[in-house]
């Protein structure tokens, strides 16, 4: 089971989203504009297994349990 924690902890500086390959940082970018796994998958040119399999790893990286964690995490860290 994933442990979840709440985005303001999971946001520690750039150290955790500098872990994110270049691809797992086009798929969150992505997943933040709200686009979903397919269509991610279709602007890509991958399947939809590879984007969940990113995103699996993404989460891991992030130490968050969902794309929205994921995502407010990203934002947050490319905000100004």
């Known amino acids: 089971m994933i442990e979840s924690t709440s985005p303001e902890q999971?946001?520690?500086?750039p150290s955790r989203i500098s872990s994110l390959s270049q691809r797992e940082r086009q798929i969150v970018d992505l997943a933040a504009e709200g686009l979903t796994n397919t269509e991610i998958a279709a602007r890509l040119n991958v399947t939809v297994h590879a984007v969940k399999f990113h995103l699996a790893s993404i989460y891991r990286?992030?130490?968050v349990?969902?794309?929205t964690?994921?995502?407010v995490t990203y934002l947050r860290s490319t905000s100004g």
Request: aromatic share 8%.
């Open 69 to 71: 964690e994921a995502a």
């Open 10 to 13: 999971a946001f520690d500086g």
């Open 65 to 67: 349990a969902n794309r």
């Open 61 to 63: 990286k992030l130490h």
